[in-house]
Protein backbone atom coordinates (compact mmCIF):
# COMPACT_ATOMS: atom_id res chain seq x y z
CA UNK A 1 0.00 0.00 0.00
CA UNK A 2 2.75 2.33 0.95
CA UNK A 3 4.80 2.32 -3.23
CA UNK A 4 1.00 3.42 -4.40
CA UNK A 5 0.83 6.26 -1.81
CA UNK A 6 4.31 7.65 -2.82
CA UNK A 7 3.58 7.40 -6.73
CA UNK A 8 0.13 8.95 -5.91
CA UNK A 9 2.12 11.87 -4.61
CA UNK A 10 4.62 12.07 -6.79
CA UNK A 11 1.75 12.55 -9.39
CA UNK A 12 0.50 15.38 -7.83
CA UNK A 13 3.48 17.22 -6.74
CA UNK A 14 3.84 20.53 -9.53
CA UNK A 15 7.16 20.05 -11.80
CA UNK A 16 9.02 23.14 -11.04
CA UNK A 17 11.86 24.90 -12.87
CA UNK A 18 15.44 24.56 -12.03
CA UNK A 19 15.36 28.02 -10.79
CA UNK A 20 12.59 27.98 -8.47
CA UNK A 21 12.46 30.29 -5.44
CA UNK A 22 12.60 27.70 -2.83
CA UNK A 23 15.12 25.47 -2.48
CA UNK A 24 13.25 22.49 -0.81
CA UNK A 25 10.55 22.35 -3.45
CA UNK A 26 13.28 22.31 -6.61
CA UNK A 27 15.66 20.19 -5.34
CA UNK A 28 13.29 17.28 -5.64
CA UNK A 29 14.38 17.35 -9.44
CA UNK A 30 18.03 16.98 -8.51
CA UNK A 31 19.71 13.45 -8.58
CA UNK A 32 21.08 12.36 -5.60
CA UNK A 33 24.04 13.39 -5.57
CA UNK A 34 23.05 17.13 -6.76
CA UNK A 35 20.82 16.94 -3.48
CA UNK A 36 23.26 15.72 -1.14
CA UNK A 37 25.34 18.46 -2.69
CA UNK A 38 23.06 20.83 -2.11
CA UNK A 39 22.43 19.87 1.30
CA UNK A 40 26.14 20.35 2.24
CA UNK A 41 26.25 23.69 0.34
CA UNK A 42 22.90 24.72 3.31
CA UNK A 43 25.21 22.98 5.83
CA UNK A 44 27.79 25.28 4.87
CA UNK A 45 25.86 28.94 5.39
CA UNK A 46 24.32 27.58 8.60
CA UNK A 47 27.59 27.11 9.88
CA UNK A 48 29.28 29.91 8.60
CA UNK A 49 26.02 32.26 9.78
CA UNK A 50 26.60 30.57 13.63
CA UNK A 51 30.27 30.77 13.13
CA UNK A 52 30.83 27.51 13.85
CA UNK A 53 34.63 27.21 13.45
CA UNK A 54 35.28 23.26 13.75
CA UNK A 55 32.12 22.13 11.53
CA UNK A 56 32.81 24.94 9.42
CA UNK A 57 36.00 23.69 8.70
CA UNK A 58 35.02 20.25 7.66
CA UNK A 59 33.08 21.56 4.83
CA UNK A 60 36.35 24.00 3.40
CA UNK A 61 38.62 22.16 1.33
CA UNK A 62 42.30 23.07 2.42
CA UNK A 63 43.12 24.89 -0.83
CA UNK A 64 40.19 26.80 -0.49
CA UNK A 65 40.22 30.37 -2.21
CA UNK A 66 37.43 32.16 -1.05
CA UNK A 67 37.09 35.79 -3.32
CA UNK A 68 34.99 38.24 -2.02
CA UNK A 69 32.28 40.53 -3.66
CA UNK A 70 34.96 43.35 -3.07
CA UNK A 71 37.46 41.57 -4.09
CA UNK A 72 39.32 40.16 -0.97
CA UNK A 73 41.16 37.31 -1.36
CA UNK A 74 40.73 34.92 1.77
CA UNK A 75 42.43 31.24 2.11
CA UNK A 76 41.24 28.58 4.43
CA UNK A 77 43.05 29.82 7.23
CA UNK A 78 42.42 33.29 6.66
CA UNK A 79 38.73 32.77 6.26
CA UNK A 80 38.12 30.86 9.15
CA UNK A 81 40.39 33.92 11.24
CA UNK A 82 37.86 36.64 10.07
CA UNK A 83 34.92 34.64 11.01
CA UNK A 84 36.82 33.58 14.56
CA UNK A 85 37.73 37.20 15.64
CA UNK A 86 34.74 38.79 14.55
CA UNK A 87 36.67 40.44 11.34
CA UNK A 88 33.60 38.92 9.66
CA UNK A 89 30.04 38.15 11.19
CA UNK A 90 27.37 36.59 8.18
CA UNK A 91 24.05 37.37 9.51
CA UNK A 92 22.25 35.95 6.30
CA UNK A 93 23.12 34.04 3.08
CA UNK A 94 19.81 33.72 1.43
CA UNK A 95 19.85 31.88 -1.77
CA UNK A 96 17.81 32.76 -4.59
CA UNK A 97 18.10 30.52 -7.05
CA UNK A 98 20.60 27.76 -8.03
CA UNK A 99 22.24 26.09 -10.91
CA UNK A 100 24.17 22.88 -10.28
CA UNK A 101 26.87 21.17 -12.45
CA UNK A 102 27.57 17.58 -11.17
CA UNK A 103 30.33 15.67 -12.04
CA UNK A 104 31.84 12.37 -9.78
CA UNK A 105 34.69 14.89 -7.97
CA UNK A 106 34.06 18.21 -8.87
CA UNK A 107 30.15 20.57 -8.54
CA UNK A 108 29.25 23.94 -9.65
CA UNK A 109 26.86 25.72 -8.18
CA UNK A 110 26.08 29.36 -9.48
CA UNK A 111 23.07 31.78 -8.50
CA UNK A 112 22.21 34.82 -6.70
CA UNK A 113 22.55 35.26 -2.84
CA UNK A 114 21.08 38.09 -0.53
CA UNK A 115 23.83 38.66 2.08
CA UNK A 116 24.02 40.84 5.22
CA UNK A 117 28.04 40.76 6.44
CA UNK A 118 28.66 42.54 9.71
CA UNK A 119 32.04 43.77 9.78
CA UNK A 120 33.88 45.93 12.97
CA UNK A 121 32.94 49.26 10.06
CA UNK A 122 29.64 48.84 8.83
CA UNK A 123 26.49 46.41 8.09
CA UNK A 124 26.71 45.40 4.39
CA UNK A 125 23.42 44.12 2.71
CA UNK A 126 23.50 43.20 -0.54
CA UNK A 127 22.61 40.91 -3.99
CA UNK A 128 24.91 38.84 -5.34
CA UNK A 129 25.74 36.03 -7.92
CA UNK A 130 27.82 33.70 -7.02
CA UNK A 131 29.98 30.62 -8.14
CA UNK A 132 30.66 28.27 -5.85
CA UNK A 133 33.19 25.12 -6.94
CA UNK A 134 32.96 22.01 -4.60
CA UNK A 135 35.18 18.63 -4.76
CA UNK A 136 34.72 15.71 -3.45
CA UNK A 137 36.98 13.24 -2.06
CA UNK A 138 36.33 9.40 -0.40
CA UNK A 139 37.25 10.54 3.59
CA UNK A 140 35.83 14.28 3.53
CA UNK A 141 32.95 14.27 1.07
CA UNK A 142 31.92 17.21 -0.69
CA UNK A 143 34.22 20.20 0.40
CA UNK A 144 34.15 24.13 -0.98
CA UNK A 145 37.45 24.30 -3.17
CA UNK A 146 36.69 28.18 -4.85
CA UNK A 147 34.18 30.85 -3.90
CA UNK A 148 33.63 33.99 -6.03
CA UNK A 149 30.63 36.70 -5.44
CA UNK A 150 30.07 39.78 -7.34
CA UNK A 151 27.63 41.96 -6.00
CA UNK A 152 24.16 43.51 -8.33
CA UNK A 153 25.13 47.05 -9.26
CA UNK A 154 23.86 49.99 -7.06
CA UNK A 155 20.48 51.37 -8.21
CA UNK A 156 21.05 54.55 -9.79
CA UNK A 157 19.36 57.47 -7.15
CA UNK A 158 17.08 59.28 -8.87
CA UNK A 159 18.15 63.13 -9.13
Not at 43 to 72: C, M, W
Not at 80 to 95: H, N, V, W
Request: hydrophobic share 35%; charged share 25%; proline share 6%.
Amino acid sequence: MKPFWIAFVLLLTPTLPTFAQKPDLYTQHFSRAERDLFKVHQQRRFTTIRGEIPALSRFLHPDLVYVHSNGKTDTKASFLESIKSGALRYEAIEDQGNGIFSGPTISVLSGTVQMRVKTPERVLSFQAHYTAVYCRDKKNGWQLLRWQTTRFPEPEKSK
